[in-house]
């Protein structure tokens, strides 16, 4: 544990379990005062007493949930996410809709919520976590392969418009980690492939894979709280892959 970040403010979303919670301790461990949003009200004040931080619950999906947020924020993790697994033709569009809003408008409004005190005090770190579907596509994964790309692009305008005022913007693009979210679309994928669920982890989600494991939750916070710290001054606009291969091919 170290003190780098004391005196700075990170907020987490969907820092109620999964990669969220890990960097949210991360983060916590290294002196930053966390600010866990979840929309699960247990989980995140499970998370802001495990960090000592504070606890907001928000669902990202409804329009004015970022007057919750404090404004005097250093680092930004945008986490939040869900999935949803069908063909195109299959896909509900208001399932679509939502989708987008939570993994791409919401860092957009939370952007335009704490770039100004950012600016004002030149210095800021932005952590998005696109997955590597923010790079390849898979099948039926529409929503969430389009969020991710969006947010790829979101990433590097907000590194481009901040680099002046000290402000910097990465992508973190994991493979399949090791969460709750990889674990409840098993059944959706075998449906989706017409396999059984045993063979989804192997032929499907580590199929492209040259590393044949999950990823854990903490090799990714330590990505992002190396982004935080001062080696990762000079990392911005670029997407950092932890996909064990998976875009080598």
């Not at 461990?29 to 499970?46: C, P, T």
């Not at 939502?98 to 100004?116: D, N, Q, R, S, Y």
């Not at 976590?129 to 039926?140: A, E």
């Amino acid at each position: 544990m170290g003190n780098e970040l004391s005196g700075r403010t990170a907020l987490v979303t969907g820092a109620g379990a999964g990669i969220g919670r890990a960097c949210a301790l991360k983060l916590a461990s290294l002196g930053a005062a966390v600010v866990a949003v979840d929309r699960d009200k247990e989980a995140a004040e499970k998370v802001a007493a495990e960090t000592g931080g504070l606890a907001v619950v928000a669902d990202l999906a409804e329009s004015a949930f970022v007057t919750k947020f404090p404004a005097e924020v250093d680092i930004v993790v945008n986490n939040a996410g869900f999935q949803h697994v069908a063909p195109i033709e299959e896909f509900p569009p208001e399932t679509f809709a939502t989708m987008l809003k939570v993994m791409l408008e919401a860092p957009f409004l939370i952007a335009g919520h704490v770039l100004p005190g950012m600016y004002a005090r030149g210095w800021g770190r932005f952590v998005n976590i696109t997955s590597v579907h923010g790079l390849r596509g898979s099948p039926f994964k529409s929503a969430y392969t389009a969020a991710k790309h969006g947010l790829e692009g979101l990433s590097k305008v907000i590194a481009l418009e901040g680099a002046p005022h000290g402000v910097t913007s990465a992508c973190v693009s994991p493979g399949y980690v090791r969460t709750e979210l990889v674990e409840r679309q098993i059944a959706d994928q075998a449906r989706a492939h017409g396999i059984p669920e045993s063979q989804v982890l192997t032929d499907v989600m580590l199929g492209p894979e040259a590393i044949k494991r999950l990823i854990e939750p903490e090799e990714v916070a330590d990505l992002a709280a190396y982004l935080c710290g001062p080696s990762g001054s000079f990392i911005t606009g670029v997407t950092l892959t932890v996909d064990g291969g998976w875009t080598a091919r």
